[in-house]
């Protein structure tokens, strides 16, 4: 039912948030759990016991029975195990107990989640740990709830085998080179240096019937066969189309499970193919931004079953229509507590916004295959370069006018406003960049979009910890490389402003080959990324060979982010996702033609062969029957024959090449039977019928 209350009402209601925790913890305790949250200290081991006795009892009074440590493991999902708030005592009655040992460490069992041979299956023992930079939060069910607490997942050993505890190292790192950063500028930081996050998340919704109907749906998260409907999104009448009145109770309820969430959903609309829809919130600190999008997507799978509905966040559900992806708004907050990616009103700051501008141009262009290989799966493969996806050729936005000042400082040219001929960082001279000093291009893959840089390639259905710990990563290292020059040179005795404007200058003139303003969905642009020397990896398999590169383990084992076993364990959990989605969908794939799509084929072939005897008997012109008859026979027989195939192909590569042919076939076949013969609902009822 949709709430009555208001929103301001409600908004956080299920969340132990800071304003909860001042009613329910002593000064004390509060204060030092508040300067872990916001100043990242260290959480105070003496305070655990009251902090988990004040969440049992928040939560009981909310109708829960249970807690669980929930965590992010290599599967890219959430996962969780429910331990009882009981406890029998010895007069055959029960207590409420929840020590602060069970709040800050769990133990799951760590032998069946992927570990990329970080762990054997005989090693068993894993441990979570509380991370209380993320609220704990409640899934209500009815009267009942489960106290649900973010963790980060480790080994025995303390192995990271999950995807936050990589991400907070990640933020950690670049933090403290921030802060370095800033203290150059004179910054000696009242602030922590961090960096946000807003995630825009699309998504399919159908009716629950249909899934239920379609196999390849429900084992697969897509449609492995198809045919697309005469009308679908080319008329452009979806996107920000008004909402019908179904889909729009649906957002409703969502919006008001994630405000009592305290996740600030803020934006929902028809997204630009049929039965697509996007949903955005509020930008937030990165870690809970990252946790909170977990919790949108099974939110999201939660709320469309109650209105009989089945959310798809697959990346390319539907072929021939948009697929869906995960715009990951990404910016950096220096230790002046500024976003120094939002243009400045005065010099300096405009020095700094250009000074990060380099660092991410220096960023991507050293590490654009590592930056790809964050977005590399099999789903997500299916959508890149295609129906405002953007390609995989990694480029930078970042408009004309900031293109034009990095040009002007890169060949040392007047700017806008004069001033010994050169633009001068820290002068007046400086162009004032306005707030919105660029364009859109949702072409680009990483766009500068007036304070933020939106990685647009991220795919729907993904944990945005990958992309974000690794971006978090390469621009440290760049940060890192232009301290270490500006220190050397004041350090030398030179100034700090002609130091920065001399670096840059050379960053952007070693690096300018990565911006790219035009269309990144046009042939001329791929043959000229060549000629730049920028990677086109368009498959995961390619895309995945840079994490087995000692460049790559050097990177991360130099900050901290990833030990080289952990890194090499991703590549090969990754690399395995990859070649078992591939098999799965081929193995579903052979089963539906097998038992679905032949058996109508060949009856309506024999109906047809039927028919045109007929025909010819009553001497009758058989010729369409008998022509249409071997039309749906030869496609049957060419089905067939790639069905059959499938289950020998060795390899992903031929699987794939083998169920394009599957398809192509069905998808011809749909188009000659009647659609009562039809053995599944077709897309024109999927995607029109809500």
């Known amino acids: 039912m949709m709430e009555t209350r208001r929103p301001m009402e409600f908004f956080g209601e299920n969340t132990f948030s800071i304003k909860t925790m001042r009613n329910y913890l002593s000064d004390t305790a509060y204060k ?52 009882a708030f009981l406890e029998p005592d010895r007069e055959g009655s029960a207590l409420a107990q929840f020590s602060g040992r069970e709040l800050t460490q769990g133990e799951p069992d760590a032998s069946s989640f992927p570990s990329g041979g970080l762990r054997a299956t005989f090693e068993a023992r894993g441990y979570t740990a509380w991370d209380p930079t993320s609220p704990a939060f409640l899934r209500k069910e009815g009267d009942r709830a489960i106290l649900c607490i973010p ?21 950690d790192t670049l933090a403290n080179q921030m802060t370095r950063l800033g203290k150059l500028f004179g910054i000696d930081g009242a602030s922590k240096a961090s960096n946000s996050l807003g995630a825009e998340q699309e998504y399919f919704l159908i009716d629950r019937s249909f899934y239920e109907q379609r196999l390849d749906l429900m084992q697969t998260g897509r449609t492995l066969f198809g045919r697309v409907p005469a009308k679908h999104q080319q008329m452009e009448d979806h996107y920000f189309g008004a909402v019908k009145p179904r889909i729009l109770a649906f957002m409703q309820d969502l919006d008001d499970e994630l405000w009592k969430l305290g996740i600030p959903a803020k934006t929902r609309h028809n997204e630009v193919a049929p039965a697509q829809f996007e949903i955005a919130a509020v930008y937030e600190s990165l870690n809970l931004a990252v946790d909170h999008n977990m919790m949108v997507m099974q939110t999201l799978r939660e709320v469309a079953e109650r209105h009989d509905l089945v959310c798809l966040l697959h990346e390319k559900p539907f072929a021939g229509v948009n697929g869906s992806g995960k715009h990951n708004n990404w910016s950096v907050n220096g230790a002046d507590g500024k976003n120094w990616l939002r243009p400045g009103d005065n010099a300096e700051d405009n020095a700094k916004f250009l000074t990060m501008i380099c660092a991410l141009m220096k960023a991507v262009d050293d590490n654009a295959a590592l930056l790809r290989s964050t977005v590399a799966s099999a789903n997500n493969d299916h959508r890149l370069g295609a129906n405002e996806a953007p390609p995989a050729i990694l480029s930078i936005y970042l408009g004309d006018q900031l293109s034009k000042v990095l040009m002007e400082l890169d060949l040392d040219k007047p700017g806008s406003k004069k001033h010994d001929g ?24 990483f766009a500068f979009t007036g304070n933020k840089f939106e990685f647009r390639a991220v795919g729907s259905s993904m944990n945005c910890a990958p992309p974000n710990m690794v971006l978090n990563t390469i621009t440290a290292a760049a940060v890192d490389e232009i301290c270490t020059k500006l220190e050397a040179a004041v350090a030398a005795g030179k100034s700090f402003y002609p130091a920065l404007q001399e670096l840059l200058r050379e960053i952007v003139h070693a690096h300018k080959r990565i911006l790219f303003n035009g269309d990144n969905y046009t042939n001329d642009w791929r043959e000229e990324a060549e000629r730049r020397g920028l990677p086109n990896l368009t498959k995961t398999p390619a895309a995945l060979e840079v994490l087995s590169k000692p460049e790559t383990e050097a990177l991360f084992a130099k900050y901290g982010v990833l030990t080289p076993a952990e890194l090499h364990s991703r590549a090969h959990v990754y690399a395995e996702a990859y070649e078992e989605t591939v098999n799965i969908e081929s193995k579903c794939m052979a089963y539906m033609c097998q038992t679905m799509v032949l058996p109508a084929a060949l009856a309506y072939a024999r109906e047809l062969a039927d028919t045109a005897a007929s025909l010819k008997a009553a001497g009758l012109c058989a010729a369409t029957a008998s022509g249409l008859a071997g039309e749906v026979a030869a496609l049957a027989d060419a089905l067939a024959k790639a069905a059959k195939a499938l289950p020998a192909a060795e390899g992903a590569a031929e699987r794939i090449a083998l169920m394009g042919e599957a398809r192509d076939a ?11 013969r039809w053995p599944v609902p077709t897309y024109a009822e999927m995607l029109f019928l809500l």
Request: charged fraction near 20%; proline fraction near 6%; aromatic fraction near 4%.
């Open 32 to 83: 030092s759990l508040l300067s872990t949250i916001c100043h990242g200290c260290a959480l105070d081991p003496s305070i655990a016991d009251e902090v988990a006795d004040a969440m049992k009892t928040w939560a009981m009074e909310r109708g829960a029975t249970h807690y669980t440590h929930q965590f992010q493991p290599l599967t890219g999902t959430t996962a969780e195990k429910h331990e």
């Open 151 to 171: 963790t980060v997942f480790c080994g025995y050993n303390g192995e990271a085998l999950d995807h936050k505890a990589p991400l907070l190292r990640s933020i």
């Open 422 to 445: 050169v633009i001068k960082l820290g002068a007046t001279t400086l162009p004032t960049l306005p707030r919105d000093a660029t364009d859109r291009n949702r072409t680009s893959p």
């Open 666 to 676: 069905a998808d011809a076949l749909e188009g000659l039977i009647p659609s009562d």
